[in-house]
């Protein structure tokens, strides 16, 4: 548990709450609910081991933030409860509920216990991965989609690791049941046309055969876009980008625009996942809303983006 003023709020509540959920409960000594409610949600705080944070805050102490908050709700009474997930406010509830209806309320924003084991073998995965250990961090993967065979992040970045280790049978297996959503999903969609492109760059031609095709006719769309699918297949990102932007220069609409849909699925592979942020400096602002970390722009991936708008448009 933690208190909350306007010099901790930022870091302690918007930027917490980026990697566990806060339940932040807004009270004042006077009020006769909110020590019922009180004991009740450090009782739960405890039974929930580490799946949510409660913070509390002082509306008397704090009035600008309470304010701010209840104007936001349109609550005017305490105890107020706001759960705070990924930097913001996402829900709340008023008065001392009983404990049932509490944790119903929390359940619909907590991970479940399976859900955080399933995150805490993925964050061991990632380490393994940055320290080399390609076949532990795929066995930690492996064992957190099992816990949490639902979590599609978690098979999405299974599947991304199997792709480079080069197990593209493995990663089509895993990829399956994210293949509905590969329309509405864009890093969905980017796995896939991944693993189509290793399994076409099993059965294309050598490099030197597609370049002697190429130099032949130019406007040898399939070659070229076989060769990008083959370097995309050997992870050679930039040079299978510079290769579809051949084929979008001659014809931005070729072949149902599958140039641009393996070029902009490449930009996908490329971009940083957005990185959780560490504690941060208090700073003395209040910002409801938050704010997320922001990425540092790559300047490959910015160059190409721009010579696929300036092809396009």
């Known amino acids: 548990m933690i208190d909350i003023t306007l010099q901790n709020f930022e870091a302690e509540l918007i930027h917490a709450s980026m990697r566990t959920p806060v339940l932040l409960d807004i009270w004042a000594p006077w009020c006769g609910p909110c020590k019922q409610l009180g004991p009740l949600l450090e009782k739960l705080e405890t039974a929930y081991a580490g799946r949510f944070t409660l913070a509390k805050l002082d509306s008397d102490a704090q009035p600008e933030i309470a304010g701010q908050l209840s104007q936001a709700f349109g609550v005017r ?22 404990e049932a209806q509490i944790r119903a309320f929390l359940d619909k924003h907590v991970p479940s216990p399976d859900e955080l084991a399933a995150e805490e073998e993925a964050e061991e995965a990632e380490q393994l991965a940055a320290e080399g250990d390609t076949d532990a961090a795929l066995a930690k993967l492996a064992e957190a989609l099992a816990i949490a065979p639902h979590d599609d992040a978690i098979r999405a970045d299974y599947v991304k690791r199997l792709l480079e280790a080069g197990r593209s049978a493995d990663a089509r297996r895993v990829w399956e049941p994210l293949a509905p959503k590969a329309i509405v999903d ?30 032949a006719a130019k406007r040898d769309f399939d070659a070229r876009f076989e060769r990008a699918q083959v370097l995309m297949a050997a992870q050679r990102f930039t040079d299978a980008m510079d290769e579809l932007l051949e084929i979008l220069m001659r014809d931005k609409a070729w072949a149902d625009q599958r140039a641009r849909k393996l070029y902009v699925a490449i930009l996908e592979l490329m971009t940083r996942a957005q990185p959780k942020p560490a504690a941060a400096e208090a700073k003395g602002t209040l910002e409801i809303a938050g704010k997320a970390a ?5 300047p490959v991936l910015d160059g190409y983006r721009r010579k696929l708008s300036m092809v396009l448009f």
């Open 186 to 215: 864009a890093r969905a969609s980017a796995l896939g046309l991944w693993i189509e492109a290793c399994e076409a760059a099993a059965a294309a031609r050598p490099l030197a055969a597609l370049d002697a095709a190429i130099a």
């Open 294 to 298: 922001a990425v540092a722009g790559d």
């Open 77 to 98: 009474s305490i105890p107020f409860c706001v759960m705070f997930v990924g930097g913001q406010p996402v829900d709340g509830f008023v008065g001392a509920l009983p």
